[in-house]
Each structure stands twice: as C-alpha cells, then as structure tokens.
C-alpha cells in the first residue's frame, strides 16, 4: 500500500521529507504546478511530510473525475446492497489499521494517541458501518390520487445529489471526513474531498482505503492544497452539485457566496461559543469533570466546547477550585507518550490566537488561572480559566479554539439562560443540574443544536448534530446527515 502504515519522517539518507500525492481518478498524482507545501507534528514543531499544493487546474481535474464517475453509474446505478457491502469493507479496513491510523492521526494533528486509537478510530468505523446499514433503505413515498376522474399513481424517489464537495477542517479530521463521505457514498454520489492544509495525511490513506475497499476510481478523489487557492475553487465549481463544510463561520459565508454561481447545495458546521450552565443544585462530583473535559478535551480545539461557563453563585468557588485541580493535574504533552491527556493545539497561528484571546483577557480584567509544566516545544498552551469574565470581552464573544473557559456567575436561572443565548452562535450547550424540572426548562430554552443534561458535547453517529443561528445550516449524522446528499424526485403516472 502507498501510504497506509507509513509514519511520515526525514529520509536519514537524503535528509530530505517524504512527498505525499493527492489522489484522482484513482490515480495518485503530483499537483499540476509540482509544488508542494510541508504539514508539521505541532507537538515537536517540526515538517513531518511534503504534500501536493494543488490548485484550481487540480480541483477542475478532480470534479470532472467525480462527473464522469457520477454521470456513467459506476457507483450511483450499483445495486444498493452492494454500496452497502463495500461501506462495511472500509470500516474493516479502518479497524484493521487503526494503529497506523491512530498514530498517523496524533502525529499530524496533535492529539492525545490513546485518544486517536481508543477513541476517534472506532467513530470512524462505527459511521462507515451505521450508514452503510442507510444504503439499501433508501425510499420515496407512494400514493394513489384522483385528479378529474382519472386514476393517478404517484410516487417519489430519492436520488443522489450528484458529485459533492466535501471540505474538513483540521482538529478531527478522520472523523470529519467519515461524517461526510459515508453518507455521501451510501448516497451514491461521487466526492471530492478536500482536507486541512494542517491535516492532510489521514485524509490521503483513507483515500487508499476507499480504493482497496471498492470504491470505483473516480468516486473518490482526494485534493490537498490550501484554502484559498485548492477549497475556493472547489466551492466554486460550476460542476459540483453540492458542498458540504465544517469550519470557522468566517469562511462558511464565503462558502455561501461561492455557490452562489450555479446555486450549488451547501450544508455548514460552524463556530460554536458553547455555554455549559451549573445551577446550585447540580452534583458537583459530575459537573466539576464534566465542564472541564467539555472545554479540555482536544486541546479545545472542538466546535462544540463549552467555552463559557455560567456557575450559579452559591457553588461558584467550589466549582472553580475542582477545575483548578484537575486542570493542574492534566498530563499536558507529547501525543506519543502513553501518559499525554492533552496535546498542543494544531499550528503556530493557532497557538498564537489562543494566547492572544488569553492576552486580551487578561488585560480587560479577568483573573488568568492557569498551571502546569508545558514541553519545552511545540504549540502548547496550559489548561486556562478565566474567572470574572464579562460579557463584553473578546474572549466571551468570540470562538478562542483552545482549552480556555470564561467564567461567569448567575442568581437565577432565567438570567442564565437569557445570557448564555446572547451570542451569535448556536452549536452546542449543557445544563447540570438534579431538577428534572429545571432540565427541561433550559434545555428548551437553549438556541442550540445539541444539548447535553448532566453531559456536554456527546456526539453519536445515530443523532443529527448542527447548529443554530451562525453555528450553520442544516445537520449532519443520523437520518438527517443521509438527506444533506439526496434529492427528492415526484412522478406521476396516468391510468
């Protein structure tokens, strides 16, 4: 296999970095320029691989692939049982890699490796196989209507949308790329996806896979390059029929105004400002835990963490203390070594922005907690709290993407919740809390898209996940994420 099982490193002989090809039409291929661009191991700050920097001339290649791979049926017209069979195969496959893809995955991205092997690779697995199962029960309606006497037979028929854009972003990106392409392909559609620059190396073998499962060359097609000269011309494309994004909402309205050209279908997973609400009667020994792995976990480098937290008064400094200890008990490190709880965050500009908002923070008034040793390189940042937070600092406001929690305190419930909707976002949120009463109250109350009682950010493949207001459009996993890839077809037959 070409890349499978590979560990990305400097060729001792030569010194000089392995290059990684993109993939089209089955083919693995330089970009059309030959250029290229280093992705790194932000845990040692060091390029780990050589990539292709594809560009337009690369993406327009890549979209005629998947037009010709959509339009001559090699997927879209294969029997449904058998677009099943082959979605199963390549979560065998992903099981039967999973080390390598694990390792691969905390290499190029940062996270924790026990976190990659024992976490995200089984979720991958799992979305392969739940949408597999999708596949051959995909069904319209049918009815039987009496238009002017005459007898009409009418029925509708699900179809796929047709050759799909598929761009991810960099802090999950084995999982983010099986959100999209399992249903896509359980669709029958034809894809191109477009990984992060920062991430592009698990993307490339789940390409592999995807060829050694079955799926006919030119379904899948597999385009590195960077945001601005490989993505926009990719949402752009008068030949894609449908993009699906998860990113910053920033660049999500530029997705929106790209698809303008041919009013192409886009469905978005954007920014998050997650509130996590603790009310003064919530178990302490489940919310202290509970609100610090909903802002910790990743390196916080998760659209739905809880990065503002609403304690009510009372609890307050019980509360803050139980993050401080386990925030100094965090083992932040290296995502090879077996005891690493939280790696660095991603890139240079990442950590740059993250310790800026901390910065900005500081300097409007909140009192910075933090502690801890950090590895002497990297892109690592401590645990951070941020206590007395106001409503109006940037940190509040605007989506940091790191492990840091503003905090805020409340007399009553109604005041919570009307603050932790005060923001333009609507991903994610979660209330502690012992009332069954109150639970129901806030979580109907919440603009969000998920919302966890007595547990924050629980994604499942069985479960739809989005946002509301500028968190995105539409919803991804379950039934819901299966619909983002079809069209609906009426048809009406005369007797």
């Known amino acids: ?39 790194f191991d932000p845990g040692r700050a060091a390029a780990i691989a050589r990539v292709a920097d594809g560009n337009s001339a690369d993406v327009d290649r890549a979209v005629a692939a998947a037009r010709r791979a959509f339009d ?45 092997i024992a976490d995200s690779l089984p979720s991958v697995a799992r979305c392969f196989r739940y949408y597999a199962g999708w596949a051959d029960k995909i069904q319209g309606t049918s009815s039987d209507l009496d238009k002017g006497g005459r007898d009409i037979h009418a029925y509708s028929l699900k179809e796929p949308v047709g050759v799909t854009a598929l761009i991810i972003p960099w802090n999950a990106p084995l999982s ?46 597999v385009v590195t390059g960077r945001g601005e000269t490989a993505g926009a011309p990719l949402a752009a494309h008068d030949d894609v029929d449908k993009v699906a994004f998860t990113g910053s909402t920033e660049i999500g309205k ?21 509130p996590v609400i603790v009310c003064a009667d919530a178990d302490l020994e489940r919310a202290i835990p509970g609100a610090a792995w909903a802002i910790f976990s990743n390196a916080g480098q998760v659209c739905t963490a809880g990065s503002r937290l609403f304690v009510h008064h009372s609890i307050a400094g019980d509360l803050i203390d139980g993050l401080e200890e386990i925030a100094r008990d965090i083992q932040v490190g290296y995502s090879m070594e077996p005891d690493s709880e939280m790696g660095p965050l991603v890139s240079a500009k990442q950590h740059a922005a993250v310790t800026g908002y901390v910065n900005s923070a500081r300097e409007e008034g909140a009192e910075v907690r ?11 940042v401590r645990p951070t709290l941020l206590v007395g937070a106001q409503p109006d600092m940037r940190a509040v406001r605007e989506e940091i993407f790191g492990p840091v929690t503003a905090i805020m305190t409340f007399d009553e419930t109604d005041d919570a919740l009307r603050r932790a909707n005060a923001t333009p976002y609507g991903l994610a949120a979660s209330v502690w809390t012992e009332s069954m009463s109150t639970a129901h109250r806030l979580s109907r109350g919440l603009r969000a898209g998920r919302v966890g ?4 950010g629980y994604p499942d493949v069985t479960m739809p996940t989005g946002g509301y207001k500028q968190s995105g459009w539409g919803r991804e996993l379950g039934r819901e994420g299966l619909d983002n890839f079809l069209e609906t077809k009426s048809l009406f037959m005369g007797a």
């Open 72 to 116: 001559d049926g090699r997927w879209s017209r294969l029997p449904a049982a058998r677009r099943a069979e082959v979605l199963w195969t390549v979560a065998d496959l992903l099981d039967e890699h999973a080390e390598a893809l694990g390792r691969l995955e905390a290499l190029n991205q940062g996270m924790p490796l026990r976190s990659a």
């Open 370 to 380: 933090d502690a801890g040793s950090l590895p002497d390189q990297g892109y690592f």
């Open 176 to 221: 983010m790329a099986a959100w999209k392409l399992a249903p896509a392909l359980a669709a029958g559609c034809a894809c191109v996806l477009k990984p992060a620059e920062e991430t592009p190396l698990t993307a490339l073998c789940l390409g592999e896979i995807m060829l050694n499962a079955g799926v006919p060359p030119g379904v899948v097609n």
């Open 453 to 456: 009682i007595n547990v924050h």
């Open 254 to 274: 530029r997705i929106i105004s790209a698809a303008i050209g041919n009013l192409k279908k886009v469905s978005l997973e954007l920014g998050g400002k997650s």
């Open 1 to 39: 296999m070409k890349w499978l099982g590979k560990r990305p490193v400097l060729d001792g002989a030569s010194g000089e970095l392995e290059r990684w090809q993109m993939l089209i039409d089955g083919e693995w291929q330089d970009a059309s320029t030959g250029e290229t661009f280093e992705t």
